[in-house]
């Protein structure tokens, strides 16, 4: 199982990223996957989850703002994030529950 993010940077409190996690060494569409972010100093905290069906599920501190989204046929896990805070700093990790992480991307809200 590899797994790894991209599309983290610096964006000023309101802006938007989208991540992006390629996904590899198993059959991406028969598993649940979720984005989980690590803010400095603190624990980590799940973000978002989606169901091999497309079902999704956010944290109340992102619903509204961020979208999870998943393509099978390219093996890749999103996340849209808007209207971002700087309370969303963090390392962001997609995972494939419950032991598979990536390397994570740094998501830093700074004006």
């Known amino acids: 199982v590899l797994l790894v993010e991209s599309g983290g940077g610096l964006v000023q409190p309101g802006g938007s990223l989208r991540l992006s996690c390629a996904a590899s060494g198993f059959s991406f569409s028969d598993y649940s996957m979720n984005w989980v972010r690590q803010a400095p100093g603190k624990g980590p905290e799940w973000v978002s989850g989606i169901q091999s069906d497309g079902?999704?599920?956010y944290?109340?501190?992102?619903?509204?703002r961020f979208t999870i989204s998943r393509d099978n046929a390219k093996n890749t896990l999103y996340l849209q994030m808007n209207t971002l805070k700087p309370d969303d700093t963090a390392l962001y990790f997609c995972s494939r529950p419950p032991k598979f992480w990536g390397q994570g991307t740094q998501i830093t809200v700074s004006s």
Do not use: E, M, W
Request: charged share 20%; proline share 0%.
């Open 55 to 57: 079902t999704t599920y």
């Open 59 to 64: 944290a109340d501190s992102v619903k509204g």
